[in-house]
């Protein structure tokens, strides 16, 4: 809701196709981007072209002279128009690879239910449908507000309470499952 | 597992970023666009569009505007209590737009947030009393902003002064109280399935957005509340579980 005086100047700069303030965008948003994008579709190489393209199409669409509103839910809509227009995979497919080894981060044993508990959200998440997993995704891996998942998915704030209700709820009994399978 | 764990455990889900693609990727896009880039752009202030209190003269146009809006409009006033389908109606959310343009330190933002919080919380409980589908459609949007609003109170927390932070966080507890109590009188109503878990969604959110971001003091009301509302949402939650394992059911087919 609030934005600072600086990422509307940013903005500014940006919707003036001012190459530097581009950059800035790129380190503030790459990463987050990647992240959302390897956690939906769960390939690094994937997420990593997804994100570069991202970008790529952002500047074109400045460079048409079209101006953004909101950075954010700008450049999140044009990540998940890509991935709707050419990742789009089946279920199957989204399998998430291996995550990088979190056990590495932690002292052993303390950590090892929360890990347990993580690696068990992490299975439960696959087996979700896509459409539900990226309103997961948006709302609690990138806490984006309801109203920038409005402006990313084009859903109205309704539909989308309900989703995500939906799916928090499809996620639990999914994660009963994958701890009862262990 | 608890809903509210699985949220944070979202959150946490690890994806790491390899550092130097990041930085050959940052190269390569910047190439791109340096060829389409606009040579310099000109750093006059009066050149920005649309950030209105860069230039003193709008800032004091928008600050006289709001005196006229709160103070002396009585069309504004008389706007204050009404609710969406009202013909006043978007006046009020326009006097709203103004505070929220103009700039405010973080404990001031915290409170105009939980206040406008409030009232969408009196807003819904008026569309409530409606019992039409249309006005129920607006409740739910309400409480979709309420929850909003809530989270960005929450996030402004931390960027307060730490000296102004004891009491920013003191008044936000005290608005998740109020918040509590309106929510809790429209829970005791007689109320359509989705609209009763909408209102059980905002007050399991109430803890979560009063301990989601780190706080800077102990949140103790709270955090024996948030025990206290999720059981309450819990049990609320099972009585409607074969509903939405049934609705969810239907969806799958329908993707089939």
């Known amino acids: ?182 | 597992m608890r809903i509210s764990r699985i949220k944070q455990l979202i959150h946490k889900l690890p994806a790491e970023i390899d550092k130097s693609w990041l930085a050959e990727a940052r190269l390569e896009i910047l190439a791109s666009v340096r060829n389409t880039a606009v040579a310099s752009v000109p750093r006059n202030p009066r050149r920005l569009p649309s950030t209105f209190y860069l230039l003193p003269a709008r800032l004091t146009a928008a600050l006289l505007s709001i005196l006229i809006l709160l103070g002396g409009g009585a069309t504004v006033l008389a706007a204050q209590g009404t609710i969406p389908g009202e013909a006043l109606y978007p006046l009020k959310r326009a006097a709203e737009r103004v505070l929220l343009a103009v700039p405010a330190s973080a404990e001031q933002k915290v409170g105009l947030q939980a206040r406008l919080a409030e009232r969408r919380l009196q807003e819904v409980a008026k569309l409530f009393d409606k019992k039409e589908k249309k006005a129920e459609d607006a409740a739910l949007s309400a409480l979709a902003e309420f929850d909003d609003n809530l989270e960005a109170a929450t996030d402004e927390l931390p960027k307060a002064r730490p000296e102004a932070r004891p009491r920013a966080s003191g008044r936000l507890d005290k608005a998740f109280l109020r918040h509590q109590e309106l929510l809790r009188r429209l829970e005791e109503r007689d109320l359509q399935p989705e609209a009763r878990a909408a209102v059980l969604r905002a007050l399991g959110n109430l803890p979560r957005a009063a301990s989601g971001t780190p706080r800077v003091l102990p949140f103790t009301p709270s955090e024996v509340r948030k025990k206290d509302v999720e059981k309450r949402t819990e049990t609320e939650k099972e009585d409607q579980s074969s509903r939405d394992a049934r609705s969810t059911d239907e969806d799958r087919r329908q993707e089939d």
Do not use: C
């Open chain 1, 1 to 182: 809701v609030f934005r600072t005086l600086e990422e509307k100047q940013l903005l500014a700069r940006v919707n003036a196709r001012d190459a530097d303030a581009f950059a800035e965008v790129y380190d503030r948003y790459a990463p987050r981007l990647f992240r959302h994008a390897y956690i939906r579709i769960g390939r690094k190489e994937v997420a990593e072209d997804l994100t570069s393209r991202t970008f790529l199409k952002a500047w074109e669409y400045l460079a048409d002279g079209k101006t953004v509103n909101y950075l954010t839910s700008f450049l999140y809509r044009v990540l998940q128009n890509l991935i709707i227009d050419e990742y789009r995979v089946k279920p199957r497919e989204i399998l998430v690879e291996e995550f990088p080894d979190v056990a590495d981060r932690h002292d052993a044993n303390a950590q090892m239910d929360a890990i347990l508990e993580l690696e068990h959200v992490q299975g439960a998440m696959r087996s979700l449908p896509d459409d539900m997993r990226t309103l997961l995704v948006a709302r609690y891996f990138d806490q984006l507000s309801i109203a920038e998942i409005r402006s990313m998915t084009g859903k109205s704030s309704n539909a989308i309470y309900v989703a995500l209700h939906r799916g928090l709820r499809a996620l639990r009994q999914a994660v009963e499952g994958v701890e009862r399978s262990k």
